[in-house]
């Protein structure tokens, strides 16, 4: 698909900006808070419900940012509509820096989906800062015949309509990506949507499903016990944990999924109060105790400056439009 490559070629030109912009010190000009900021505690929206991988991310980020900025920071559960509720909400704040938004992979993916916004997704939440990104890993039921990625395409090629996967549900990136690698590579398989939380994954490890793709946040566990088998990631470089693992874009050129976490805000908010943050997103970013714990989580440190976040997630927000324009996936 010619979409693929023109998209692989702007992300990686995004990506290598921010890899250029994480090895710069911090600017001293936003080292200190501007005048009369933060006039109240934060508050860090996290659209997805208490419990999972996303809120795990959103309190260590809520500790380690008020620690830096010497404020409290409030983590709000806000979940629905694959991350928009919450997404809406930073939308409609006070535009003075003091609500913020878990921002995920999930958020340009939903957008793309969406067909009654109630927001502009890239003008009323404004991005702040980077924080990690990761690939996906493609994984089977350990009982699965398929042990590599090129097996699985070839079966899945005589067998058309056959393979099913499951997902979070319609739009989410997992569907997405699935969608992607589907036109891509010239076959078809059949999409499994389920109500959300952790219900794919189980249903892969009950083996009820044939395969799905999952953050390795939540699937390297499994992994390396055996109960699900990695056939490929989606990253554009071997997976540092798993460096073994082949690579989708290994034996299907120009395949790239990743999905990220960084922070954002209300649009419009003082573009002062905006580079402070980035400035103390940078410092804890910094920290060896966070880069541990993030590697953990599966990713690593990854800052950015706010422009190349705002570019990145508009990359990303066009692929996801194109992918379900392509693959006649119905909007909701």
Known sequence: MTFSTAFSSARRAVLGTLAGV??????SAWAQAPAGYPARPLTLVCPFAAGGSADIMARLLAQKLGEAIGNPVVVENRPGAGG????????????????LLLVTGAYPAAAALATNASFDYLKDVSMISMVTSYPFIINVPAQSPFKTFPEFVAHAKKNPGVLNYASSGVGSIGHLSAELMNAMAGIETVHIPTKGGNTALSEALAG????????PTLSLNFIKTGKLRALAATGRERYKPMPEL??????LPGYEVFSFIGLGTTGGSPDAVVQYLNAQMRKVLEQPDMARRLLELGGEPQSSSAEEMNRFVAVELRKWRQVIDTRKIERQ
């Open 246 to 251: 082949a690579n989708v874009s290994e034996s």
């Open 208 to 215: 009820r499903v044939d395969y799905l793709f999952e953050a």
């Open 22 to 27: 994480c090895a710069l010190s911090t600017s």
């Open 84 to 99: 928009l509720v919450g997404a809406a909400a930073v939308a409609r704040a006070r535009p003075d820096g003091h609500t």
